[in-house]
């Protein structure tokens, strides 16, 4: 791995809607980042005015690898 290891981010709880930065209550809206994560990556929000690192709830997107061979869904009805 390259660069320095980080902190996991920060799981916010929404109340409503969330548009500005939970820390420092700047930004109006986030940067978008990507981490490796088995599988895929992890998707997570970044503040643009504090760096303020952190996720709503588990989002992922795949890699595009072709997952393994899965029988329960591969093998059809
Ligand atoms: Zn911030």
Redo the contacts with the bound molecule.
Sequence with gaps: MRGKPVAEPVRVPVEGELAS???????GGFHVAFRKREGGFEVFLV??????RFTVGEFLISDGEPRPYDPAIDDGP
């Design positions: 930065c939970p820390e420092c209550e700047g930004g503040c643009p005015s504090c760096r303020f």
